[in-house]
Structure formats: C-alpha cells, structure tokens
C-alpha cells in the first residue's frame, strides 16, 4: 500500500515506522521539519515538508497514486480539512481523520468521512480498566 | 433575517454593525477573551464567547435558526469546519466564508461554502485595475449566481477595435456592460465605437474568459493572461 501520514507527533511517526516495516510505501507530511526527528534516522518512508492542506504539499507526497491517507496533526479541523481534500479531491479510497472531539468525530463521521476519535477510545479503557479493577476483599 | 457571524475581527464586527443597520438580528462568536471583552463593551448580547467550530457553542449560539452564517475567523480550516457543520448538521441555507491563504481557494470551491471572499486576491485584483498597462483583470466572481465581471483591454489587432458597440460579435450570454475610456465610464451605446487602449467590462458566465480573450487580445495565448492575472497558488512557498 501507498500510505501518506500527515502529521509527525507521537501518533503520526509510529504509525509511519510501523506501517513502513510492514513493507508499505510511507510518506510523512508536516510542516516543522523538527518534528521528523521522531521518525529516527533507520525510516525508510519518505518525508515532505508543508501544510497538509495545501494541494501542491499533497501532490508532492503522491496524493494521486495514493491508497490511504491518515490525518494524525495537532488539530481537530487540520485533520477533517485535510481528510476531506484526500477523499473528495483526489478519491484517495481509504481517508481516516483523528479527531479529539466526540461530537465532530461524530457529526463528520455522518458526513461520510471515517474519522477515529481517541477520547471515546480512552473513555472506553478508562471505564473498563475501572470495570475489571481487582477490589480487595471483593472475592474476584 | 438571523445571521450568525464566526469570528468577531475586523471583518466580523463590520459584517454585524452593517446588518444590524439593515434590521437584522445578527450574533458574533469570538473565541479569543480580551477581544470578546471589546466586542461586548461595543455590542452588549450580539456577541458570544466560545470556540465556534465546537458544535455546543453554535448551538448555544442558535445556528438552527440562521438564515446565513458568516465564518470570517483568520483561520481557513476553521472557516471550512464551520461551513460543514452549518450546512450538512444544522441545514443552514447559506454559508458564506472568508479565505485567508488564496492557496486554500480551491477547498472552499470543493467543499460547502457558497460564497467566499478572500481579501488578498480582491487586493490584486483592485492594484491590477489602477495600474496603466493592465490587459485583463478578473474584479468580481459570484460563484453561486454563476456570474464573473472582468475588465479587459481592446488590443490594436483586436477585430473588435473600430467596431461600434452594436457590431462587436460576443461569446453567447456575455454581457459588455461598460467601456472605459481615459480613466471615464461610458455606457455601451450600440453606436459607441470601440478603440482600440480601451477597456471593456463584460459580465459573463465563468469559463467564458479564453473567448473573451480572444476576441479582444487575439494575439496574446488565453492561458497566459488568465495565470498572469491571478495570484500565483501552484509553486511557491510550498515547501
């Protein structure tokens, strides 16, 4: 697969290490070159240097013969422009925006954008983690 | 009418103050606390506090009842969430949103917005109309009436100079609306000959401009004019 990341925090660089390990073709999009230290010197992918929103920027990551685009930046509405641009301007088939707020997640979501949201997912774990605590004296 | 304003700049009070000239009721979201402070010594209950991409803000702010929502913050991809959220969550009839970075012109052409304004590329456009040696400049573009106004120059190998106005042969449905003339305005009578240094403003519907072109500039190549008349968004300052 030809996978662009956009957006090399913590989430965007281990996503692009793991998926470039698994064989695919990776290409990490983000406007700090700073921010590419995190990918290591060992990455095989490639890196682009600009604003995920800007159409040239994406074009120069290969946007045109991509598979998947995933929007991992530090901003909610970064993410769901940039994952709209992927899908509707350059039909990347598969476009998945991370988007804190569960009510966006949600409202884009019925737009027809796939979007993963990490406040829900946490809400889950914390909730279960609290679930399945063992008590003392509970007997299980 | 109920217009909600996202976005209490320079741009947003204006847009308020003027439409509550008009009778209308209006609401300002400001996100940024000392500027919501301003705004509310001036307007009092015609300015909100809060993010106004955030879906419980608009909500709070009555964007189910807007009749047209402004997104003027200085921010594209907030303007652009707006936008989406106004129209496709809330049935909004009509959005319109301010461009910041001509770069982004293209993903508000993509997506929900029905009318932009983008100040940097209306600033070209203004400087290009003053300047003397200025063949074609695109002044106005109303993208949901599908309607351009565009001033351009009658070159001397124009088969259009030393025609009147009655004579000249137009592309269909493009309207020559003015002639200018040693910096005066004069209306296209029928027998109004044109000459050729003048400018012609025509009304048209877009894509018609590489007609147009050349009909008036036919030895200039259409796509040039056209790249050299709008601000540069291919190349630069993309890395």
Redesign the interface.
């Given at each position: 697969m030809y996978v662009i990341v956009a957006g090399c925090g913590r989430v965007g660089s281990s996503m692009a290490r793991r998926l470039a390990a698994e064989g695919h073709d990776v290409v990490v999009v983000d406007d700090d070159r700073r921010s590419f230290a995190l990918l290591g010197d060992d990455f095989r992918g490639h890196r682009v240097v600009g604003a995920a929103i800007d159409w040239d920027v994406l074009r120069k990551a290969g946007i045109e013969g991509a598979d998947a685009f995933a929007a991992v930046t530090d901003g909610d509405n970064t993410n769901i422009i940039c994952a709209l641009i992927a899908q509707r301007a350059f039909e990347v088939p598969c476009a998945v925006a991370r988007v804190y707020d569960p009510r966006r997640a949600r409202a884009f979501a019925r737009m027809g954008l796939r979007t993963v949201c990490p406040t829900n997912d946490a809400e889950d774990a914390m909730v279960d983690a609290i679930h399945t605590c063992p008590m003392p004296g509970a007997g299980s | 009418m109920f217009v909600l304003i996202v976005g209490g700049g320079k741009v947003g009070l204006n847009v308020g103050i003027s439409l509550g000239r008009l009778g209308h009721e209006y609401l300002i979201i400001e996100q940024r606390r000392t500027r919501y402070q301003l705004l509310h010594a001036q307007l009092e209950d015609h300015v909100l506090f809060g993010d106004g991409?955030?879906?419980?803000v608009l909500e709070k702010a009555g964007v189910e009842r807007a009749d047209l929502v402004v997104a003027v913050t200085g921010?594209?991809?907030?303007n652009?969430?707006i936008a989406?959220?106004a129209k496709?969550?809330y049935g909004v009839a009509k959005v319109v949103a301010r461009v910041n970075n001509p770069?982004?012109q293209?993903?508000f052409d993509?997506?929900s917005v029905d009318s932009t304004l983008c100040a940097a590329t209306m600033t070209v456009s203004m400087i290009q109309h003053e300047l003397p040696s200025h063949q074609f400049v695109p002044l106005l573009s109303l993208k949901h009436e599908r309607l351009e106004l565009v001033e351009i120059e009658v070159s001397e190998d124009s088969p259009s100079a030393h025609l009147t106005v009655g004579d000249v042969r137009l592309p269909p449905d493009v309207l020559l609306a003015a002639l200018l003339r040693g910096g005066a305005a004069l209306l296209p009578r029928s027998d109004e000959m044109l000459l050729p240094g003048d400018q012609v403003l025509c009304l048209l519907p877009p894509g018609r401009e590489k007609e147009l072109i050349r009909i008036f500039l036919p030895s200039r190549r259409p796509e040039e004019v056209q790249a050299q008349a709008t601000i540069d968004?291919?190349?630069e300052g993309?890395?």
């Open positions: - | 991409t955030e879906m419980w921010d594209d991809e907030d652009l969430v989406e959220l496709h969550e770069r982004n293209r993903t993509l997506l968004v291919t190349d993309a890395t």
